[in-house]
């Protein structure tokens, strides 16, 4: 089973830069594919991005090239730097976490089984 709490997030100007963490534990950490997802107001779950055990990195695309998700396994922690914030990229952020997710439904928020509490993310114009 895995623990996820996210932090970071917070009030920023568009053109802002962000970058949030997610700490993870109670499981082998390298075992598991960590990805975040975010939520606006009247909106489903959306992917964001997603890093595989192997490092391998994945974006929607409206966040590629802004958005860079990195992991730390000793320290158990994946972060998501943003930069270039813009307004429609107000949300809840999510961490979420499965050592059993295959390539295909990385994207899918019904392929993890740990999340996060969230962290809100408002961008202003």
């Known amino acids: 089973q895995m623990h996820l709490i996210e932090s970071g997030g917070g009030l920023q100007e568009t053109g802002d830069s962000l970058r949030l963490s997610c700490a993870a534990s109670?499981?082998?950490?390298?075992?598991?594919?960590v990805a975040w997802f975010r939520q606006a107001p009247g909106k489903e779950r959306e992917f964001v991005s997603a890093?595989?055990?192997?490092?391998?990195?994945y974006y929607a695309d409206s966040v590629k090239g802004r958005f860079t998700i990195s992991r730390d396994n000793v320290k158990t922690m994946v972060y998501l730097q943003m930069n270039s914030l813009l307004p429609e990229n107000t949300a809840v952020y999510y961490c979420?976490?499965?050592?059993?997710?295959?390539?295909?439904?990385?994207?899918?928020?019904?392929?993890?089984?740990?999340w996060g509490q969230g962290t809100q993310v408002t961008v202003s114009t």
């Open positions: 109670g499981d082998t950490f390298r075992r598991y594919a």
């Open positions: 890093i595989r055990q192997s490092g391998h990195t």
């Open positions: 979420a976490a499965s050592n059993t997710v295959i390539l295909s439904s990385l994207r899918s928020h019904q392929s993890y089984a740990y």
